[in-house]
Structure formats: structure tokens, C-alpha cells
């Protein structure tokens, strides 16, 4: 099992830009979620989804939509890129009934 | 507001050392509590404590909660370098959310 992936590691973007961060579970697990994490502020929730079908905003959704293409697959999706999005985001997962989230590897993202 | 702290920020030790971390809470709605160690990349997964007073312990690494008091502690005895690394806690609250603290950057010098 691969766990949660993520794609890409790393990416540079333009003020304005817009990408999407892919993220996607092997696990069968029904919740996913989108986190941010900047220094000092430890891993904040931008958006999460608890089922196939549903999505919801987290502490931080300013800037961000969802999609919850499948089971296995969320994608994060910044319409127009600015310097402050500049961050670490991870995504993770867990099943029904648990508690315990598990994180994919981060994608590092610089917006110039 | 709910809100986890976490404390200290940072941590300079040596091998051998033992070394506590600490955590604590303001949920509503609280559920658990779990300490993840972030090393380069993902936030992998320790303990999850629910109880009070019942202590979990994986290999060196032991954890207790307090929920009178509202805190956990992360305990860690005779540290070694390859525990370098962010150790992060979470509370859980309602049925699907995790709020983190910022952190604990322990670094274990030879």
C-alpha cells in the first residue's frame, strides 16, 4: 500500500497563477482532508471532506475549493495563486469510527 | 476560541537525555488527543489517549492525559539523534476535526 500520495512535490507559481494539488489514498478510507502549514503556526484545516459526495470548509478556506472526485481521490484547487498561499499543504486521511489521521508526504508550494 | 498549545517551542538536548513535551487544551467538544513526530516530510502517527491517567508507551516514547487539568505530556528517555525531529499534538473534537498545536522542535545532539 502506498498510503496517501501527493502530486507535486514541489511547485513554483506567479501571482495569479492558478494549480491543483492532487492528493489521493489507497487505504478505503471515507475522510480526507487539506491541511496548510507554515512556520509557527502549526498544520491548519483549509477544507475536508468526511464521505464520498460532501465537502466542507475547515479554519482556513479563503482562496481554495475542493473536489472530492472519488473515494480514493481530493484535489485542492487555487484559482488565482497569491504570496500569501505560500506553504506547505498535506493532505490526509482516515476511516469511519477512528480518530487517527494519516498524512501523505506535502507538497511545497512558493508563490512568487 | 478552542486552542492547543504546545510547550516548549524548541528543545536542544543530548543523547541519553530524557525529555518531556507538553500539550495542552481548550476543545469543545473534545474526543482525544494524538501526538504525531514530523520529521522532513509527513506528520507520522505516535499515540492516540482518551482516557485520563492511562499511560501509553511505544518502545522509549510514553504519553499520558489529564482531562481534569486539560493536558497531555509526551515523555521520551534516553534520547537518541534519530529522535530529532517535530513533535506535534492534535485534539479532536466533534466527530471528523483535528485542531494542532504549533509544535515542539526537539533537536538531540551526540
Redesign the interface.
Same mark, same amino acid.
Given at each position: 500500500n502506498a498510503g496517501?500520495t501527493q502530486t507535486p512535490k514541489f511547485q513554483v507559481l506567479k501571482t495569479g497563477q492558478s494549480m491543483t494539488l492532487q492528493c489521493a489514498q489507497d487505504m478505503n478510507h471515507n475522510?480526507m482532508y487539506w491541511y496548510r502549514q507554515d512556520p509557527?503556526?502549526?498544520?491548519?484545516?483549509i477544507y @475536508?471532506s468526511?464521505s464520498e459526495g460532501t465537502t466542507d470548509k475547515?479554519e482556513v478556506p479563503n482562496g481554495y475549493n475542493v473536489s472530492r472526485l472519488n473515494k480514493r481521490e481530493f484535489s485542492l484547487r487555487l484559482e488565482s495563486a497569491a504570496p500569501s498561499q505560500t506553504s506547505v499543504y498535506?493532505c490526509a486521511s482516515?476511516t469511519s469510527g477512528q480518530?487517527?489521521? @494519516?498524512?501523505?508526504?506535502?507538497t511545497r508550494l512558493l508563490v512568487l | 476560541e478552542d486552542k492547543v498549545v504546545q510547550s516548549p517551542l524548541s528543545l536542544v538536548v543530548h543523547e541519553g537525555d530524557t525529555v518531556t513535551l507538553n500539550c495542552s487544551y481548550e476543545v469543545t467538544n473534545f474526543r482525544s488527543l494524538l501526538w504525531y513526530k514530523q520529521e522532513k516530510k509527513a506528520p507520522t502517527f505516535l499515540f492516540m489517549l482518551t482516557s485520563s491517567g492511562i499511560e501509553k508507551k511505544s518502545g522509549r516514547l510514553s504519553s499520558i492525559l489529564d482531562k481534569k487539568e486539560l493536558f497531555s505530556i509526551l515523555n521520551i528517555t534516553a534520547t537518541q539523534t534519530g529522535d530529532s525531529a517535530i513533535y506535534l499534538c492534535a485534539a479532536v473534537y466533534n466527530t471528523d476535526k483535528l485542531i494542532f498545536g504549533t509544535g515542539t522542535r526537539l533537536q538531540v545532539f551526540p
Open positions: 496517501v475522510s509557527g503556526m502549526g498544520l491548519r484545516l @475536508y468526511a475547515g498535506f482516515k480518530e487517527t489521521q @494519516y498524512f501523505g508526504p506535502g | -
